[in-house]
Nanobody, 112 residues
Framework: VQLVESGGDLVQPGGSLRLACAAS????????MSWYRQAPGKERELVAG????????NYADSVKGRFTITRDNAKNTVYLQMNSLKPEDTAVYYC??????WGQGTQVTVSS
């Protein structure tokens, strides 16, 4: 199993970013996927999850209405669209499947 995140960057408050996670080594379309984040000095937390079909999604209360998780099963990729970013969204963002396999993470920094 390999998960490779991309798209992290430095962005101003109120800005947007789209993260991507390219998956390989397993049958992507059969598994739920999730995005987590970990800020300095804090525990890793679940940000959003999506079912294998993409029909069902769930979000942390802190990102509801601002973040959207989607997936493209033809491309073996899961995305996280992040809008109206806040400084407290600053963290390393990880994608995961089965809470067992993890990518290397991508840094998102929200600062003016």
């Amino acid at each position: 199993v390999q998960l490779v995140e991309s798209g992290g960057d430095l962005v101003q408050p109120g800005g947007s970013l789209r993260l991507a996670c390219a998956a390989s080594g397993f049958t992507f379309r059969n598994y739920d996927m999730s995005w987590y984040r970990q800020a300095p000095g804090k525990e890793r937390e679940l940000v959003a999850g999506i079912s294998s079909s993409g029909v069902t999604t769930n979000y942390a209360d802190s990102v509801k209405g601002r973040f959207t998780i989607t997936r493209d099963n033809a491309k073996n990729t899961v995305y996280l669209q992040m809008n109206s970013l806040k400084p407290e969204d600053t963290a390393v963002y990880y994608c995961s499947t089965r809470s067992r396999y993890w990518g290397q993470g991508t840094q998102v920094t929200v600062s003016s």
